[in-house]
């Protein structure tokens, strides 16, 4: 079965400069869920998306912004990168917003220099 | 605001021998989903288990099988016949139940399991 998609899986990105993460969901999934995990911490809820709109939003600093597409996908806007954004970047899609299970992407690695 | 609270930061359990992982939870809400997420090295999040606040049976997948206590706001992880591939951080996660735009996973600290050969 297909799953949800990240690219890219690994990114190293210097001081200042700005990232873009992208998400593809499962076929059919319409709602797109960002989480932000730091080294030894647990998953962190950035901001999701349900039909192209956000439906809701965690801790996503000012600095990043997402926003999902006609054809479901997203994409995860970093600018003005800080050290402590070094992290693994999880995707997770749904279908609809009161789906049971989020499916979690690999996730991609964002190495701040 | 709900909260998930993992208090045994390391487990060890030998191979074929079975292990429980605590997790407490804290809601004013009646109703929502309780999961148990594994993270091997790959780092991968791979759903273990899931169960709704308003089935009283508690959910089993194969080796796994949760005890649910609903007014203690419990549900801890059982692991039968571990297997070095069990080896793992373990992540409880709680979501809200009704719809709308909180739907969220709020995640606990994690549990670091290793399994002894």
């Known amino acids: 079965a297909a799953g949800v998609i990240q690219s890219p899986r690994h990114l190293i990105k210097e001081k200042r400069e700005t990232a873009t993460l992208k998400c593809y969901p499962i076929p059919r999934h319409d709602t797109v869920y960002w989480y932000q995990q730091g080294p030894g911490q647990d998953p962190q809820f950035l901001i999701s998306?349900?039909?192209?709109?956000?439906?809701d939003k965690g801790s996503i600093p000012d600095r990043f912004s997402a926003q999902q597409f006609s054809d479901y996908h997203s994409e995860l806007n970093m600018s003005s990168l800080e050290l402590g954004d070094s992290a693994l970047y999880f995707c997770?899609?749904?279908?609809?917003?009161?789906?049971?299970?989020?499916?979690f992407g690999p996730g991609t690695r964002l190495l701040v220099l | 605001a709900q909260t998930v609270t993992q208090s045994q930061p390391e487990m060890s359990v030998q191979e074929a021998e079975t292990v429980t992982l605590s997790c407490t939870y804290d809601t004013s809400e009646s109703d929502y989903y309780l999961f148990w997420y594994k993270q091997p090295p790959s780092r991968q999040m791979i759903l273990v288990i899931r169960?709704?606040?308003?089935?009283?049976q508690n959910a089993t997948e194969n080796r796994f099988s949760v005890n649910f206590q609903k007014a203690a706001k419990s549900f801890s992880l059982k692991i039968s016949d571990s297997q070095l591939g069990d080896a793992a951080m373990y992540f409880c996660?709680?979501?809200?139940?009704?719809?709308?735009?909180?739907?969220?996973?709020?995640f606990g600290t994690g549990t670091l399991l290793a399994v002894q050969p």
């Open positions: 998306f349900y039909e192209k709109m956000q439906s």
């Open positions: 169960q709704e606040a308003y089935k009283q």
């Open positions: 996660a709680y979501r809200s139940a009704y719809g709308g735009a909180t739907n969220k996973l709020i």
């Open positions: 997770a899609s749904s279908l609809g917003l009161a789906a049971e299970t989020q499916y």
